[in-house]
């Protein structure tokens, strides 16, 4: 099976524009979670989605907005970019029960100029 | 709250020598733990879990043991190599409604021939 793939890999921007970034999960999968990882804040829990609806959100702005669409591959935005919105951002499927493996994709790295 | 805290690093030994990486938690609930790895330009993989307390996860030689009394899942092997030169992750998913990761904030392990 092919593993989790996010794109764009790396992304520059500048403040105040928006951002789109794509993940598409394992085959069969039915849950996509978002992460932004930093080096201050390590590794914090964007939102989940599960068959086109978000089912777990964490605690980040309203700029921070995501969708899926039916056949799973996910997309999360930004608007309005802040200088401290550069991270890696990672991806993640799983079946969708809880309490179970998430598989990671290799991340989009944006930089906020 | 929930969260996760990890033993700072990085932590560097000798190839053979003894690993221990200290997790601890807290959580509102009855979480599932997990050790996840990131090798030097990939992605997380996931190392070992444990869903409920006293079970114990291992994999390649890693070991954690799920400790309700001391809130605690600290990761061992008995024997590193060279070729575990990663990062660690401790994380636990407290949600009973799909997926939803705490992280800790990850330990730099380097293995010296």
């Given at each position: 099976?092919?593993?989790?793939?996010?794109?764009?890999?790396?992304?520059?921007k500048t403040r105040g524009q928006?951002?789109?970034?794509?993940?598409?999960?394992?085959?069969?999968?039915?849950?996509?979670?978002?992460?932004?990882?930093?080096?201050?804040?390590?590794?914090?829990?964007?939102?989940?989605?599960?068959?086109?609806?978000?089912?777990?959100?964490?605690?980040?702005?309203?700029?921070?907005?995501?969708?899926?669409?039916?056949?799973?591959?996910?997309?999360?935005?930004?608007?309005?970019l802040?200088?401290?919105?550069?991270?890696?951002?990672?991806?993640?499927?799983?079946?969708?029960?809880?309490?179970?493996?998430?598989?990671?994709?290799?991340?989009?790295?944006?930089?906020v100029l | 709250?929930?969260?996760?805290?990890?033993?700072?690093?990085?932590?560097?030994?000798?190839?053979?020598?003894?690993?221990?990486?200290?997790?601890?938690?807290?959580?509102?609930?009855?979480?599932?733990?997990?050790?996840?790895?990131?090798?030097?330009?990939?992605?997380?993989?996931?190392?070992?879990?444990?869903?409920?307390?006293?079970?114990?996860?291992?994999?390649?030689?890693?070991?954690?043991?799920?400790?309700?009394?001391?809130?605690?899942?600290?990761?061992?092997?008995?024997?590193?190599?060279?070729?575990?030169?990663?990062?660690?992750?401790?994380?636990?998913?407290?949600?009973?409604?799909?997926?939803?990761?705490?992280?800790?904030?990850?330990?730099?392990?380097?293995?010296?021939?």
């Amino acid at each position: 099976k092919a593993g989790v793939t996010q794109t764009p890999r790396y992304l520059i921007k500048t403040r105040g524009q928006q951002v789109t970034l794509s993940c598409s999960p394992i085959s069969g999968h039915r849950s996509v979670s978002w992460y932004q990882q930093t080096p201050g804040q390590g590794l914090q829990f964007l939102f989940e989605y599960f068959s086109e609806t978000q089912r777990n959100k964490g605690n980040f702005p309203g700029r921070f907005s995501g969708r899926q669409f039916s056949n799973s591959r996910s997309e999360m935005n930004v608007s309005t970019l802040e200088l401290g919105d550069s991270a890696l951002y990672l991806c993640a499927s799983g079946e969708g029960s809880s309490y179970n493996e998430q598989f990671f994709g290799p991340g989009t790295r944006l930089t906020v100029l | 709250g929930n969260s996760v805290t990890q033993m700072e690093g990085p932590v560097t030994l000798s190839e053979e020598a003894f690993l221990t990486i200290n997790c601890t938690y807290t959580a509102t609930g009855y979480p599932s733990l997990f050790w996840y790895v990131q090798y030097p330009g990939e992605g997380l993989q996931l190392l070992l879990k444990a869903t409920k307390a006293d079970d114990k996860g291992s994999n390649k030689g890693f070991e954690a043991t799920y400790r309700k009394e001391t809130t605690s899942f600290h990761l061992e092997k008995g024997s590193v190599q060279v070729s575990d030169s990663a990062v660690y992750f401790c994380a636990l998913d407290i949600t009973n409604t799909g997926n939803q990761f705490y992280f800790g904030t990850g330990t730099s392990l380097t293995v010296i021939p």
